[in-house]
């Protein structure tokens, strides 16, 4: 009875085996037909997957050219934007030094000139719209009044001297009057 239950337990286990390794065949065999339903669906991803990378690494390299491209283009560009401004602040100072600054240590020798008594100097710019004409202008009225205070100085000189004159021959004939009358 003991052997029937080993034999009946045998052959349950055999059973059970034989349904486990037809579970396990039917598995394989699952997964033999999906290998092979994905195996060409994994060869398109893998071929997209290349040419994805292909495209992206030709555009990188498109990308790149174009890029170092543009900041060759952009250091022209700086390197000329600079050199112009740079012959622009040249010429901005020879100008102030040419238009400007000659005119006004001309102007300043002419006032020294006149300051000094030279009242023949010519005052040159006076005919000039910006400010050197504004000065120069100035340098001439102050000449005009050097000029002037010459001329005023003169005629109260003459002045005095015709009132020492007259002073005198008043004198002179107030004298000649006591000495006629005498």
């Known amino acids: 009875q003991q052997l029937g239950l080993g034999l009946l337990a045998a052959q349950q286990l055999a059973e059970r085996y034989r ?26 991803v893998t071929k997209l997957s290349d040419d994805a990378l292909e495209a992206a690494s030709t555009l990188r390299a498109s990308l790149n050219a174009n890029l170092e491209s543009t900041v060759a283009s952009a250091t022209t560009s700086s390197l000329a934007l600079s050199l112009l401004v740079i012959v622009m602040l040249v010429g901005s100072a020879a100008f102030g030094s040419l238009a400007v600054g000659r005119p006004i240590r001309r102007i300043a020798g002419v006032l020294e000139r006149l300051a000094g008594g030279d ?19 100035a340098a001439d009225v102050f000449k005009g009044n050097l000029i002037r205070m010459d001329q005023l100085a003169a005629e109260q000189k003459e002045a005095e001297a015709r009132a020492e004159a007259e002073k005198k021959a008043a004198m002179r004939q107030l004298a000649d009057s006591f000495e006629s009358a005498g």
């Open 19 to 44: 349904g486990i390794l037809g579970d396990g065949t039917a598995a394989i065999g699952r997964r033999d037909t999906a290998l092979r339903e994905i195996m060409p669906v994994r060869a398109e």
């Open 119 to 137: 009242k023949t100097v010519a005052i040159p710019y006076a005919n000039r719209g910006d400010e050197v004409g504004e000065t120069a202008r």
